[in-house]
């Protein structure tokens, strides 16, 4: 069975770092395109950021572009986001998910399993 579990929400005030994890199991994720999304209360779920199998292709939301980084241990069966500078409006459940394309997708639409999210709060 796939999974994906997304860990190291929490809350932090503006200008704090944080590093988000999401651990895959039941499949490797090696050879497939993983993507971070959010999804803020009230508001539709927007692209984050994506990575392709090797990490030699990475796509970004322009408005995050230089504050956030996305990688991924095939090694490990896991896919990272390293958030600095937060804002409050970066405040949302944030997802991982794959998708089963060659190069890195925007779109939801594109990817075909969804983890559970964890919880991002950036206090003013």
């Known amino acids: 069975q796939v999974q994906l579990v997304e860990s190291g929400g929490g809350l932090v005030q503006a200008g704090d770092s944080l590093r988000l994890s999401c651990a895959a199991s039941?499949?490797?994720?090696?050879?497939?395109?993983m993507g971070w999304f959010r999804q803020a209360p009230g508001q539709e779920r927007e692209f984050v950021a994506a990575?392709?199998?090797?990490?030699?292709?990475?796509a970004y939301a322009n408005s995050l572009k230089g504050r956030f980084i996305i990688s991924r241990e095939n090694a490990k069966n896991m896919v990272a986001l390293q958030m600095n500078t937060l804002k409050p409006e970066d405040t949302a459940i944030y997802y991982c998910?794959?998708?089963?394309?060659?190069?890195?997708?925007?779109?939801?639409?594109?990817?075909?399993?969804w983890g559970r999210g964890t919880q991002v709060t950036v206090s003013s």
């Open positions: 998910a794959v998708a089963y394309v060659q190069s890195p997708p925007p779109e939801a639409d594109e990817y075909t399993f």
């Open positions: 039941g499949y490797t994720i090696s050879g497939y395109v």
């Open positions: 990575i392709n199998w090797n990490g030699d292709r990475t």
